[in-house]
């Protein structure tokens, strides 16, 4: 089977599996018909009779007519079961059909390859604009639950072992840094995609002077694709390995919250938890004491997913000659953006799950060594310790502590300034210049947190900047989003207009 076969037997399966959100699900309210492939060719053929009858390259009367043909082949469309073909070799005989034989005079100066080039872009658009949607809400929700856990105290984990203390809220933002590049690739993405091909025929323009940039403003584009070369053979198979990269950071970054999560399944008490029933877990079918987070593993499994179809065009677009179609299939491109937005959704619902335990976190922290790192810190910004030295005493604490299993609040402090002694004969460092209590505080995971002073560090002052940023910066994005779909829309009900005067209705 063909990368390409393969590719869409997997858009197949997910348009079966989940609501599809590519360009045939973006449905507006109401009777508005479905912005498809058929939905973009009916809107460059409305187009192209407004403006070549007004720039003289079409009759006006004969423009009036296959308006009207062209009319009816829509309003037809719009009925339950109607036909709406999506190709311009397909979509032209049920024109001919409504509107006689002229009607191929719109055809002046185009060709499947600019006009196919254009709806890709155009649904691709809609595409990006309903992945930025999902992700602002799975990045509000995210940001909503850091500032609720901006002071609880849980342990992070480097290398799949305990590390550090830290701030839930501040490791959330961390993964909201994360979405917000995400975020930022799609809108630069964006305004690559929002270029119009049409008028530049197959590859090297034509000879009819279409007015390319006024076909743009009517179809909601930002502008045109330059180089008439570039805007069938080039761009169309480059976006969408470009969208694929998009999918697989959000992927990526999904599959690792996951993973994280998942580990305290393996604890018997864990710290953090999906709330039980709503289908977040389910009971084990042989044992009883079981709750299996079904929906940890359907995300990570819909993670996979989307990855395996980012790599659908990069696959399809390698080693063949410019301007073969074999990574432009809409259904598949528009499946693989669609992947990333229900892993976002899985997020957004994962994260509202979430049962934690900040006493069970903290008590973590407290039968672990995860602070042992601010003993040499301390050391060293109080009392000029080189941090090598420091580091050495904390591993001998460390040491000593778990093979005569002493949590970090029990040690005792003679025991300390002994090992202090021993461990830095060799650095001559004398006696333990840190009291009994500066000791302690060194290694109470709560202190260390309010006494960060890095920027973008987990203390009170900075989380409160964070977050605020955080909001702004998810806000804006919504209004991004709000903003290119009303351009497009303002764009096409023009076109409606401008054509309906044409149409005669």
């Known amino acids: 089977m063909t990368s390409r076969r393969i590719a869409v037997a997997i858009a197949s399966a997910l348009a079966i599996s989940a609501p599809f959100h590519g360009g045939a699900a973006l449905a507006q309210q109401g009777a508005q018909p479905p912005r498809d492939e058929f939905f973009w060719l009916g809107e460059i053929n409305k187009a192209t009779a407004v403006i070549n009858s007004e720039q003289g390259l079409l009759d006006k009367a004969a423009a009036q007519r296959i308006a009207a043909g062209l009319s009816k082949m829509l309003d037809e469309a719009r009925q339950p079961g109607a036909r709406r ?3 311009v070799i397909t979509f032209e005989p049920v024109l001919i059909r409504t509107a006689g034989i002229e009607a191929t005079l719109l055809h002046a100066g185009r060709s499947s390859q600019d006009m196919h080039a254009t709806y890709r872009a155009a649904i691709m658009r809609d595409n990006l604009l309903s992945l930025a949607d999902q ?9 909503g639950l850091a500032e609720k856990h901006a002071g609880t105290m849980v342990p ?10 830290n701030s839930y809220g501040h490791y959330l933002l961390g993964h909201a840094a994360g979405l ?8 630069e993405t964006y305004a690559r995609v929002d270029r119009s091909p049409m008028g530049t025929t197959v590859l090297n323009g034509t000879s009819w002077p279409l007015d390319r940039k006024r076909m743009a403003s009517y179809l909601g584009f930002g502008g045109v694709v330059d180089n008439a070369y570039d805007a069938g053979q080039i761009s169309s198979a480059e976006y969408p390995v470009e969208v694929g ?3 697989t950071t959000i992927a990526l970054q999904a599959g690792s919250f996951v993973e994280d999560v998942m580990t305290q399944y393996a604890q018997s008490r864990p710290w953090i938890l999906l709330q039980e029933g709503g289908g977040n877990t389910y009971v084990s079918s042989a044992m009883p004491q079981k709750r299996n987070p079904g929906l940890l593993n359907n995300a990570r499994s819909h993670a996979s997913t989307a ?5 659908g065009p990069v696959m399809q677009a390698h080693n063949i000659p410019p301007g073969m179609p074999d990574a432009k299939d809409v259904k598949a491109n528009a499946a693989m953006v669609d992947s990333a937005i229900r892993v976002l959704r899985d997020w957004d619902r994962i994260l509202k799950a979430l049962v934690i335990s900040p006493e069970r976190a903290l008590e973590e922290l407290n039968s672990d060594w995860t602070a042992s790192q601010e003993l040499a810190d301390t050391l060293m910004r109080q009392h000029g310790v080189p941090f090598r030295a420091g580091h050495h005493f904390a591993s001998e604490i460390v ?4 093979a005569n ?10 025991e300390a300034q002994r090992i202090y002694r021993e461990a830095g004969s060799e650095y001559k460092l004398g006696e333990l210049p840190l009291s009994e209590q500066a000791f302690r505080a060194a290694l109470d995971p709560t202190a260390i947190i309010a006494h960060r002073a890095t920027l973008g560090g987990p203390q009170p002052a900075e989380m409160a900047r964070m977050l605020a940023q955080a909001k702004q910066r998810f806000s804006e994005n919504a209004e991004w989003v709000k903003a290119r779909r009303a351009t497009i829309d303002a764009s096409l009900a023009r076109l409606d207009r401008d054509f309906g005067r044409l149409a005669g209705r």
């Open 307 to 311: 990855i395996t179809l980012a790599m």
């Open 245 to 247: 990269g998009i999918v």
């Open 156 to 165: 992070n984990y480097t290398n799949g072992v305990a590390a550090q203390a």
């Open 405 to 414: 299993n002493i949590r970090p609040s029990e040690f005792p402090y003679a």
């Open 85 to 87: 073909p999506s190709t």
């Open 399 to 402: 040491d000593y502590a778990k």
């Open 135 to 143: 992700l602002d809400a799975t990045a509000s929700t995210m940001v």
């Open 180 to 187: 917000e590049r995400a975020a930022q690739r799609i809108r």
